[in-house]
């Protein structure tokens, strides 16, 4: 992985020289893992000029902490003298000393006081923003990240198979949500991706719903919402079903009309697809059917080292999708009172020749009364 990571920093290095031949300080902790292999709490990656040596800057070793990945052997590490310093005034402070005379921040990251303060400690260095240049390198995935992916799914799907085959009724969200939590690192999950949403009966189908103490009851949608972290890597699922009993006529014709939408959404991935195209696919199916209040304001988002990253799917988005990129449908309609359906998957674009977007996420989207 070294060179991959070399790679990845000289391509921030060749968007540098073309901006002015500033240096870079990257602070945003995903893009310090991407282009360092590993974040440490607070830790700044400097990428240096050209022949000048990249600097991963942290206030303790890497490693020291599980699931914030393996730096990369051949890139060098500098600990801070105090630990409770501040890396990103200790990497401007490098290079000022290197003679740099341009350093490229993440003006997006960075406090007001925390810019201002590296303008204090080397006051000749004028700072230019980076913009968001590393997300932009993010956003096509190579071969190992999405590895890395599928392997986050597949630990999600098999966390939320087992909940499946369990007794569901008269226990609570929390319970729920926090046996889903357990299970994902059971099965090599770093940890969840996002907080687990589980949500009964009114509950169900709330977007980004906080699980509470109300307990499962026949007869109730059940929404759960969840995702696993593999080496940093997030994905998304999220299944409806009905507990105990048959599905009601209105919650079949529920569950067939956000199926519709996240089947509508799924078919219009494509290289070369306006994200907002693929958002209207899906926002329309539900929008014909009265629901246009209610929903939510994206229908998908990218996905990798945070869980929600570019592209957005929203009706405002601008550009369009690259093959290799992971995104997620995620369409659902809350009724007040009555609950609601939530369907949310994982795939990554790819060309029709390649069979089309690739599902990531497999449990079953059939309407289940468990």
């Not at 990251?109 to 004028?126: E, I, K, N, Y």
């Not at 009601?248 to 939408?261: H, K, N, S, T």
Request: aromatic share 2%.
């Amino acid at each position: 992985m070294s060179e991959v990571y070399a790679v990845r920093r000289e391509r921030v290095r060749e968007r540098c020289a073309a901006a002015g031949g500033a240096a870079a300080l990257v602070s945003r902790p995903a893009n310090v893992r991407y282009l360092a292999g590993a974040a440490p709490h607070g830790a700044v990656l400097l990428v240096g000029q050209e022949q000048e040596e990249d600097v991963l800057l942290c206030g303790r070793p890497p490693g020291d902490q599980q699931g914030e990945g393996r730096a990369d052997e051949s890139l060098r590490t500098q600990l801070l003298a105090a630990p409770d310093g501040d890396p990103a005034v200790a990497g401007a402070g490098l290079a000022a000393a290197r003679g740099t005379e341009v350093l490229a921040v993440e003006e997006h990251h960075l406090t007001v006081a925390r810019h201002r303060a590296l303008g204090s400690v080397a006051p000749r260095l004028r700072l230019n923003d980076l913009g968001t240049a590393v997300e932009q390198l993010r956003l096509v995935k190579d071969a190992e990240e999405l590895s890395c992916l599928r392997i986050a799914a597949e630990i999600a799907d098999q966390a939320l198979g087992e909940l499946l085959e369990s007794i569901l009724v008269g226990r609570t969200e929390r319970h729920l949500a926090l046996e889903l939590e357990r299970r994902l690192v059971d099965h090599g999950a770093d940890g969840p991706a996002f907080p687990t949403a589980v949500g009964t009966g009114p509950n169900s189908g709330k977007g980004g719903h906080r699980p509470t103490d109300r307990r499962v009851e026949e007869g109730d949608f059940l929404s759960v919402c969840l995702g696993a972290s593999y080496r940093g890597y997030r994905c998304e699922i999220g299944r409806t079903f009905v507990i105990g009993t048959t599905p009601a006529d209105w919650q079949i014709e529920l569950y067939d009309l956000v199926f519709a939408a996240q089947r509508a959404g799924r078919e219009a991935l494509a290289p070369g697809a306006a994200c907002r195209d693929v958002d209207r696919a899906a926002r329309h199916v539900l929008d014909s059917a009265g629901h246009a209040e209610a929903l939510a304001p994206v229908m998908g988002h990218g996905v990798g080292l945070e869980i929600d990253e570019d592209p957005q799917l929203a009706p405002a988005a601008m550009g369009k999708l690259d093959a290799c990129v992971p995104v997620t449908v995620e369409p659902g309609v809350h009724l007040p009172g009555r609950g609601g359906v939530r369907i949310d998957d994982t795939l990554v674009v790819r060309p029709e020749a390649d069979g089309g977007p690739e599902l990531l996420t497999i449990t079953t989207k059939e309407l289940l009364a468990l």
